[in-house]
């Protein structure tokens, strides 16, 4: 037997398959686990429900895993450890509506984004109804959000006022409806979800952060194959429908004629989307 092929059956007997690259060969493991860093109380992109992770996130990295033949392993933490542990190896993907930004990609390889979003604030039905009114009350977010800095950057333009952060959006979400703090500023689709699911919350998602919009994707360690990978798949998900159907599931509707959710759009920075 020549000694080329006793080489491939032993790679397929341990579990491997042996591929050339650039005139080497690689050995990717066939089946491997992928560890998904999360915050797993993001609804309604990714969040616990019934001892599972579930969401649209959850949709669109178990349908990746499906086509590449992976197994996923979610490994729950607060927003800003979501992005460092990505950063230092920790996990494999992190994701939960993180927006690409300068200061990310400088650090970690983003894919094609999956959505585009905006932020707002949400406030109590009967609180503040304008940006104009800040100057003097709390406002909360998620802490190493773009919502907390742009909670920061508006301190010039609206405040003086104070600044909450938390691990956990929801937490905000429950301060706003007890009165100890008089807006969240968050993601708006998160927003407009966690409304629906709460009609008896008193909030309302009735301010919108001007001019704003931001790639949504997920995020991979620098250097990474793992990030062309999902992008390859995730890209045939956006030709055959796949993630046209999982848009439609969480929010009811189609995206609209420019999105990301149908269109393959390369990362971009906030606010700096091109034509489509």
């Known amino acids: 037997m020549k000694k080329g092929l006793v080489v491939i ?5 341990v579990g491997t398959i042996g591929v050339f690259v650039d005139g080497q060969t690689e050995v990717v493991a066939a089946g491997k686990t992928i560890t998904v860093g999360v915050n797993s109380e993001n609804p309604p992109w990714i969040f616990a429900k019934d001892g599972k992770m579930t969401g649209f996130e959850a949709d669109l990295v178990e349908e990746f895993a499906k086509r590449a033949g992976y197994t996923l392993d979610y490994k ?10 990505v950063q230092s190896g920790q996990w494999d993907i992190a ?5 690409i930004k300068k200061e990310r990609a400088e650090v970690m390889d983003f ?17 503040i109804t304008d940006l104009s009114q800040m100057k003097g009350k709390a406002f909360g977010s998620d802490t190493g959000s773009a919502n907390e800095a742009w909670l920061n950057d508006a301190q010039e333009k609206y405040g ?3 600044i909450k952060s938390y691990d956990y959006w929801v937490d ?9 703090i008089d807006g969240v500023v968050v993601d708006d689709p998160i ?10 919350s008193g909030l309302v998602m009735n301010i919108y952060i001007p001019g704003f ?10 250097g990474s194959p793992l990030r062309d990978e999902f992008n390859k798949i995730q890209n045939e998900m956006k030709k055959d429908g796949t993630l046209l159907e999982i848009h439609k599931k969480w929010f009811g509707t189609e995206p609209p004629k420019d999105s990301s959710v149908i269109n393959i759009v390369a990362p971009y920075m906030p606010n700096e989307k091109p034509a489509m």
Do not use: C, N
């Open 9 to 13: 059956l032993a790679l397929f007997l």
């Open 76 to 85: 729950s933490a607060p927003f800003s450890t979501v992005l460092t542990g």
């Open 95 to 99: 994701m939960s509506s993180i927006w």
């Open 111 to 127: 894919a094609d984004p999956y959505y585009d979003s905006g932020i707002g604030m949400m406030t109590r039905k009967d609180g």
């Open 160 to 162: 003086p006022y104070k």
């Open 172 to 180: 905000a979400a429950l301060d706003l409806e007890a009165g100890r």
């Open 191 to 200: 927003a407009l979800y966690y409304i629906k699911q709460h009609p008896d």
């Open 213 to 222: 919009k931001a790639g949504q994707a997920l995020a991979f360690k620098k």
